[in-house]
């Protein structure tokens, strides 16, 4: 059966992190528990696929000042590292370590962060899709189609700079020069094309600029007794978080592992986005088993 979500809050350095416990602690079938984590999305989009795995002690958590989590430190960026930090003490005071990890985009930056750190903490981590511009062949041309999309939405708000980030993240294959020179229209993509002034969004804002710009360890992650699977989706073949996946398991001479459906594929209807989160979850099963 599935288990209800215990909610509970940590207080850390600058911030209190709220967290969710499904399942016993300490387990009582000798597996670890299974670490979810997302950046900038929070624990609300692993609803679905924590519900797909009744049989793990599920842990997840709103990275600070996002969702339920709040700050204090008076910084509005998500950094990999202080992340990490923050997951350190979570499962140092859940006495729960090492854990099986799973981190989906953001949260798989910041999951390669946390077991460069303190590799103690994490048996086996599942890096899914990465967003790592600074692996790429074309690293400099990706960086300035971010750079782009950041300067829609400054200049005209949400409506532009989310249709130019949803071009940036479609594009197959190696961006151009030059590319998102010319902006997309909003309103071909059904999005509005008024601005309403807020400049927060955590895609669009620059918030998140540390985990793109995020640059791994490659010999702290290559002799790392965690064992580290970089797994991207099958329809995801050609955007940019599956060709920096692979360019990340290419220098650590890795191979990638496939997982159903597209970067979001664990989700259910959290986001009206659902992929296909009971193949997900089977396959997130047998990858952890070492399959």
């Given at each position: 059966?599935?288990?209800?979500?215990?909610?509970?809050?940590?207080?850390?350095?600058?911030?209190?992190?709220?967290?969710?416990?499904?399942?016993?602690?300490?387990?009582?079938?000798?597996?670890?528990?299974?670490?979810?984590?997302?950046?900038?999305?929070?624990?609300?989009?692993?609803?679905?696929?924590?519900?797909?795995l009744?049989?793990r002690?599920?842990?997840?958590?709103?990275?600070?000042?996002?969702?339920?989590?709040?700050?204090?430190?008076?910084s509005?960026?998500?950094?990999?590292?202080?992340?990490?930090?923050?997951?350190?003490?979570?499962?140092?005071?859940l006495g729960?370590?090492?854990?099986?990890?799973?981190?989906?985009?953001?949260?798989?930056?910041?999951?390669?962060?946390?077991?460069?750190?303190?590799?103690?903490?994490?048996?086996t981590?599942?890096?899914?899709?990465?967003?790592?511009?600074?692996?790429?062949p074309?690293?400099?041309?990706?960086?300035?189609?971010?750079?782009?999309?950041?300067a829609?939405?400054?200049?005209h708000?949400?409506?532009?700079?989310?249709?130019a980030?949803?071009?940036?993240?479609?594009?197959?294959?190696?961006?151009?020069?030059?590319?998102?020179?010319?902006?997309?229209?909003?309103?071909?993509l059904?999005?509005?094309?008024?601005?309403?002034?807020?400049r927060?969004?955590?895609?669009l804002?620059?918030?998140s600029?540390?985990?793109?710009?995020?640059?791994?360890?490659?010999?702290?992650?290559?002799?790392?007794?965690?064992?580290?699977?970089?797994?991207?989706?099958?329809?995801?073949?050609?955007?940019?978080t599956?060709?920096?996946?692979h360019?990340?398991?290419?220098?650590?001479?890795?191979?990638?592992?496939?997982?159903p459906?597209?970067?979001?594929?664990?989700?259910?209807?959290?986001?009206?986005?659902?992929?296909?989160?009971?193949?997900?979850?089977?396959?997130?099963?047998?990858?952890?088993?070492?399959?």
């Amino acid at each position: 059966m599935t288990e209800t979500a215990t909610h509970l809050t940590l207080d850390v350095p600058g911030a209190t992190i709220a967290y969710d416990v499904r399942g016993p602690l300490p387990t009582t079938d000798g597996e670890p528990p299974l670490v979810l984590i997302g950046q900038p999305m929070d624990a609300s989009g692993f609803g679905t696929l924590a519900s797909l795995l009744p049989d793990r002690t599920v842990v997840t958590y709103d990275p600070r000042g996002i969702g339920r989590s709040t700050r204090r430190d008076g910084s509005t960026t998500n950094d990999p590292r202080q992340q990490a930090e923050d997951l350190h003490a979570l499962v140092t005071a859940l006495g729960a370590g090492p854990v099986d990890l799973f981190g989906s985009s953001g949260g798989a930056v910041t999951a390669l962060a946390w077991v460069t750190a303190y590799p103690q903490d994490v048996r086996t981590l599942v890096a899914h899709e990465p967003p790592l511009l600074g692996v790429l062949p074309d690293a400099d041309r990706a960086a300035a189609a971010t750079a782009r999309v950041d300067a829609a939405y400054q200049e005209h708000g949400w409506g532009a700079g989310m249709a130019a980030f949803i071009a940036l993240t479609s594009w197959q294959g190696e961006f151009p020069e030059g590319f998102l020179a010319e902006l997309p229209d909003p309103a071909q993509l059904g999005l509005p094309t008024e601005d309403d002034g807020t400049r927060t969004d955590p895609l669009l804002s620059g918030a998140s600029k540390p985990v793109t710009a995020y640059e791994p360890d490659l010999d702290a992650l290559r002799s790392s007794p965690t064992r580290i699977v970089l797994a991207a989706g099958e329809e995801s073949e050609g955007i940019l978080t599956w060709r920096s996946t692979h360019a990340l398991a290419e220098r650590l001479g890795t191979q990638v592992a496939i997982f159903p459906s597209g970067h979001g594929g664990f989700l259910g209807p959290e986001f009206g986005m659902p992929g296909k989160p009971e193949a997900f979850a089977e396959r997130l099963r047998e990858v952890l088993a070492g399959a």
